[in-house]
């Protein structure tokens, strides 16, 4: 397939273009200190870090491969791409994994399963060196075919955890959740199913060109555009106004039963509208209330209710409160500026929960809302 492409100028400009867009990405994920495609976001620094190895090893892999376009003996070549596979197992294909592994934030997955995964498919790359034959690869495939399978699968289990989790500690998800990153594994999958059953003649290759074009640009914009929780769940990351909601009384116990939580939801976060708060988190609220993340859990736990729903429920009725005294007043009204108000920076996200909590939309209810 590589003497059809030789001397293919446009696969060679293209084949170019990727490796130094997956090399300046690499540096740019590296070098830069600031965020240039979502400017309030801090993005989490070890996803960072590995999703920048990641282009530079796909930058090194475009590198490594690069001699087959210039060999003659098809021995050369086959050698050549051999061993490109065996570094792709060593290095390209793990660090892709364990990228998509550290979008997930709500703990640090161990990553000695990702060597233990791949440790078949080197082994049976470096045979495959050393006998200098293609022979084996049919059991490459069909243990990567197998590999992708148990990761989908493991990954539908992992995100269904990460949203749970978002939702019990949230009170608002925008730059947050990671749905995207199965978006990405289903690529890999795709990618492997083009290199498995169709891996002959040029279309095969300018395609996988694009592919990978896109997933450098996608995974660029994916890690700057993910806010960093490692600190949100502490109270002290982000101190809550204290001009909003009123202080604490001194002598509340950390270790509140469940069943006085109410009550001092009443009076230091409703009474108060501390819900109105942006981005504040779970911990912030029982920081507030005098109690820990345990307890104020266990309570949304007996209520039946995940944090997230529990402010949006309040931001909601905020929201309706408002409309209604500015329209009994014949005041403008500005749904944006409203959602805004409610404590919602996303009108997107506003509109979504105004849906789920209220059953119509907010156009629909706007025409009659004294229902």
């Known amino acids: 397939m590589y003497d059809q492409i030789r001397e293919d100028t446009l696969f060679i400009i293209i084949y170019s273009v990727v490796t130094t867009m997956a090399m300046l990405a690499s540096c740019y994920l590296l070098f830069r200190q600031g965020n240039a495609f979502a400017k309030d976001v801090t993005p989490p620094a070890r996803l960072r870090r590995w999703t920048a190895a990641f282009f530079a090893i796909l930058a090194l892999n475009h590198l490594w491969y690069m001699p087959i376009f210039f060999l003659s003996s098809s021995e050369d070549i086959m050698m050549t791409d051999l061993i490109g596979g065996l570094l792709d197992s060593m290095t390209l294909f793990p660090v892709a994994i364990i990228v998509l592994l550290a979008m997930l934030q709500d703990r640090r997955r161990p990553l000695w ?15 495959c060196v050393s006998t200098r034959s293609y022979a084996f690869l049919p059991i490459v495939y069909v243990y990567s075919l197998l590999m992708c399978i148990g990761l989908v699968i493991y990954m539908v289990h992992a995100l269904r955890q990460y949203g749970r989790w978002l939702r019990d500690n949230y009170a608002d998800l925008e730059h947050k959740e990671v749905w995207q990153s199965f978006v990405v594994l289903a690529s890999m999958i795709l990618v492997f199913a083009v290199y498995a059953f169709t891996s002959e003649g040029p279309i095969y290759q300018f ?25 949100s769940l502490q109270p ?4 809550i106004d204290l001009s909003i909601p009123a202080k604490r009384e001194s002598g509340v116990s950390q270790k509140v039963p469940t069943a006085n939580i109410g009550p001092l939801l009443q009076k230091y976060c409703i009474d108060t509208q ?14 507030a209330i005098g109690t820990n993340r345990t307890y104020l859990t266990k309570y949304f736990i007996h209520q039946g209710v995940t944090y997230n729903a529990y402010i ?3 931001r909601i009725s905020h929201f309706v409160n408002l409309y209604r005294e500015a329209a ?10 409203l959602a805004h108000d409610s404590g919602y920076r996303s009108y997107s996200t506003f509109s979504l929960a105004f849906k789920q909590r209220m059953g119509q939309t907010v156009t629909a ?3 009659n809302p004294t229902e």
């Open 236 to 239: 002290e990351s982000q101190p």
């Open 365 to 367: 209810w706007m025409r």
């Open 328 to 337: 009994a007043t014949g005041s403008p009204i500005t749904a944006q500026q």
């Open 207 to 231: 395609t996988m060109q694009i592919i990978i074009l896109v997933l450098v640009f996608y995974l660029l914009w994916r890690v700057e555009t993910l806010s960093d929780l490692s600190l």
């Open 113 to 127: 399963p990702v060597a233990a995964i791949m440790a078949p498919i080197v082994v049976i790359a470096i045979f």
């Open 312 to 314: 949006n429920d309040l």
């Open 274 to 287: 501390l819900y109105l708060q942006h981005d504040l988190t779970l911990s912030q609220l029982a920081h």
